[in-house]
């Protein structure tokens, strides 16, 4: 298992190698840089915008420039945002707590709404119930996470107005007070919800596939057979098993919370890392956006990492691949 | 001052864009630079922009010019007394960078929260007066028998937020950082004019000869040497000695003096920073101009998609908006909706030649000949692309310059290029474009093809593909063989690429630029060797009349208006770009909001005054 690991591990190094000069090809190719929006006579002139060029960089040969960014990297130096005019690290860190808030909390939204749906139909399958759940199921798959974010702005935000549509923390609250957390986590719940909806049912129809099957296993007709009461059967045999394998889905939506949070985020306003990516991107702001590709790179390279590691404890014999 | 590029509009994603270019868009107000916002910005953009952004568009509109602050008295509600109290909520729609001061910000995201804590300038320039400079910090300048040295009296008793008085020294400060061989923003040519310059610059000296403090509350600038605009260009803001002195020049933009806790002399201080998302301010009762009437503003970024519903909501109470979002407000009792003419103009550019490195070249034979310039301007419908895709909101203009500013020409001294496709067929028959052969368009007079490619950006989103399309329709009708560069619009940094490298393939271009607001001077886009003059265009007397523009003599407004005029008239006639119009810039406010300055760079101006009405 160790060694697993480790070999695991160890091939991220190449393949983080590979990805860093796709990121960093991706940046370059974006027409324009950081400087070719300060067209702005009154702000700037021509000579100001060169010399600025020059001191940054970008009149290098390719080569040299990729070969600075990435011995910077290795520093854990991922440049300066040259929109926001500090260094990227700083820059993400007072971003990167509100997404972590905010994929804690569509986490736990999706976990609380798959295990009760994937419950309710898992144990009736088959059912009218079971075909309404599968129904909703559908339903928030197909419908892009951006028009679920129009539509729950719209109606629980501006008709309704129960929630915030826009920003992360209310005002006039000083930050770490009681007050101050109960405002982040209610700016936090909508776009949470939508982002949660997205994987919910993934995980609602893994677990009721699984019940519907661990329902006809022998051990269960040896349980029915003692005359144990079905609630029994259900929560404690089927659903202890058949949560097991659902837990290894959390490796792989690590990337699929992050990426949803792009789009969530910047349609909130929401001040996380997703949002700060798509304005850098319109900005040209390269070095934010390379550190922001690359560590959503390392995520989906760790959340993958991860689901293997669990399947692995989970079944012995995904080991030996 | 020069001018400022603005990114065309804004989206809602690009609206950041705008923030660096300094939003603001061509037909549709907005910059949001904005970029840009969607843009980047127009951001900006654009900035986009706008614009940069969004523009980005960019957005922003306008553009920022951070030199000076306005004041207008658009007050937006004659009804109620103002009262004592309250809050009011400034919304934008890109996120803020947070660099807290005129020295170092960059884009219009930063500046609005400046103005409305830290608006405070040597003079005032605004609307209201056609641009002409009002005393504000400085009660009154005067400049010496040579016309090179200013003497500015300062205002006593103007308090920092600190508790430190302004003096000249924070001027003083303020030079030696900007002129400073560490200093790293963009602003250098602001001080570029004063003497010993290139020497402080240079870091041979410690002295800035050219900036004398005379005592606290006189300030002797000279310069190198006598330009009508010496004053408009000269930096105008004071910097809070007391508070930064010690910080090191080179990492000023990034001190925590700066970006956490930013010192102004505004009515309001700064007391929360929220990166990216919102300031908090309260009120600062020892503002020099009076206290101010609200106890707190917060400036707050909102969703641009959500503007409109946002100020109907209340959840915003001042925010500006795209033409198609003020419609639907119109009626509504909440709001009312304050617009003002922008300091920009959208423009149709013919690209003339190309730079070669240190001027420009006019070598492009398609579009030389002026008669065919002047056909392509009849046959574009400007009134019609205001009204449709503009919402209305915005005036044909004849002139690359806004046309609530005093240097703006006399409309009845220029060639109106009225819509109309007769006309336009007509000019071009008589200069010899004929369609030789009979595939509906016409050829050039060797008898060779002739076809136009309009190259145009892609923001604002909703308008910018239908209102090219219109463009080469009618041009189309009038016999001219017009296409859209590439079939396709092209986002807003590669836009500006494009055009900037004098791609072979553009014949037409749609842009747009954004003003400075104190000074009309249209060098650094107009000249032979200027880079940013993108059609081109070379023409002696138009360099001979800027360079008057500037002179000695034209410290005398009266003649340096004359000399604009006859400028205008020139490039009114030799048309190598053709205006299409000057937006106008949207600004909804809660109704129960009292006291609101609108005024071409932002409604921030003057918060002092705000006042929420009680119900």
Redesign the interface.
Known sequence: MLIYTLRRILIMIPILFMVSIVVFSLALA???D?L???????????E?IEERREELGLNDPIHVQYGSWAANILQWDFGRSF?????VTQLIG??LPNTILLSVMSLIITYILAFYMGKYAGRNPYTKGDYAVQGVNYLMLAIPSFVAALFA?FIFA?QL?WF??????G??LEQGTMAYWGSKIYHTFLPALVLGMLTTASYTQFLRNDMVESAQKDYVRTARAKGTDENTIYNKHILRNSIIPIVTLFGFDIASIIGGAVIIE????Y?GIG??L??SI???DSAVVMAIFLMLSVATLIGNLLADLLYGIIDPRIRVG | MKRSKYLLGASLISATLIAAACGGEGENNEGNTGNTDNGGNNADAQEENADADADADADADADTDGENAEEGNNTADEGGEPSEGGSVTYGYTAPFAGVMDWAFYEGADDSYPLTIFNQGTLYNVNSDNDFELEPMLASDWEWSDDNRTITFTLEEGVMWHNGEELTAEDFEFAYEVIGHPDYQGPRAYTVEGIEGFEAYNAGETEEFEGVNVVDDYTLEVTFNEVRANNLENLWSYPMAKAHLEGVDIAEMGEAEEIRQNPVGLGPFEVSNIVPGEQIEFTAFEDYWEGAPNLDEVTYRIVDGAQAGELLAQGEVDIIELEPSQAGPLEGNEDVTIETIEALSYGYLGFKLGEWNGEENVMNREKLQDKELRHAIAHAIDREGIVEEFSEGYGTVINAPESNIRWSYPDESTLNQYEFDIETSQQMLADAGYEDVNGDGYVEDPDGNELVLNLAAMDVPADIAEPRAQYILQTLQEAGLNAQLMDGQLYEFNLFYDLVEGDDENIDLFLGAWGLATADPDPSGLWRSDDLWNYTRWVNEESDELLTEGLSEEALDRDYRQEVYQEWFQLVNEELPMLPLNSPEDIYGINSNVGGVSVDVTSAAGDAHEWYVEEE
Do not use: C, K, W
């Open positions: 974006m027409p324009g950081a070719s929006g300060q067209i702005d006579p009154t702000n700037a002139d021509p100001y929109q926001h005019q500090m260094d007072t971003r702005i501006f107005g915030p549509s826009t920003g992360s923390v005002s006039g910047t349609i909130f306003s001040r949002e700060l798509v304005a319109s900005n040209r």
